[in-house]
């Protein structure tokens, strides 16, 4: 049996903690650390536990067209987003847990915070979950999200994008990031998008795909994600 050389984490495919530039994501002053990290040392417990449970995924979590339901159909576009979680070596990651939040098709989320003038869907929540396979596949049905002003700068708009939560085999491996979809005019005006380093920025844009596209249902994307490695995914940090 030959084994393949661990590939440490990319950190130049990432974001900076601070987004430096006068134009760029304001209110990472205000989350990021501004002095060096100091790593801690996992034990055991971090790495084994705690778990989630997978009976506690239901039969509808994957599918954000029918988990919000009360009186009829969500509006907007239909899409389906499927694709693959990978190691630095390509190999798939099985049993991962993948949530997954966004805003409706006018650009709202279903939150207290926002306060945005556009409609809320009663019947879209806007959040679901799955456990990818033994190929490492995952795969979720919704409503294509819309763009909405988020008050960085003056006439703000974030691009239509959809948030996904990684778990692996506890919750201190958890991973967070953004997908994207192609062709999107916002995206060269997105200061959260523009402030990962300008080679990594397209492994955030989705694919998108006839052969995922379900006939007279959903447009299909395919969005692959690489935990680390040269080729890692960008990650919330």
């Avoid at 049996?1 to 990432?14: V, Y």
């Avoid at 300008?198 to 006939?215: G, H, K, N, W, Y």
């Amino acid at each position: 049996m030959t084994s393949t050389p661990f590939r440490p984490r990319d950190w130049s495919s990432h974001p900076s903690f601070v987004d430096p530039r006068a134009d760029g994501y304001r209110s990472s002053a205000l989350r990021g650390p501004t002095k060096p990290l100091v790593p801690i040392r996992q034990s055991i417990s971090e790495l084994t536990g705690p778990v989630y449970g997978h009976d506690s995924v239901g039969e509808l979590d994957g599918d954000l067209t029918r988990n919000g339901r009360r009186n009829g159909e969500p509006l907007g576009e239909r899409i389906v987003v499927t694709g693959r979680v990978l190691d630095e070596n390509g190999r798939p990651q099985p049993n991962t847990l993948i949530e997954v939040w966004q805003a409706n098709a006018a650009g709202r989320y279903i939150h207290k915070v926002d306060q945005h003038d556009a409609p809320i869907d009663p019947n879209f929540f806007g959040g679901g979950r799955c456990v990818t396979d033994g190929e490492g596949r995952y795969r979720f049905h919704s409503i294509k999200p819309g763009a909405y002003p988020w008050g960085n700068h003056p006439n703000a708009w974030r691009p239509n994008h959809i948030h996904f939560s990684l778990f692996g085999p506890a919750f201190a491996t958890r991973l967070v990031t953004q997908m994207y979809f192609p062709g999107d005019p916002l995206l060269a005006l997105d200061p959260i998008f523009s402030g990962i380093p300008e080679a990594a920025r397209e492994r955030l844009v989705a694919d998108f795909s006839i052969d995922v596209t379900e006939q007279d249902f959903a447009l299909g994307y395919v969005f692959d994600i690489v935990l680390r490695g040269r080729d890692t995914t960008p990650m919330e940090d």
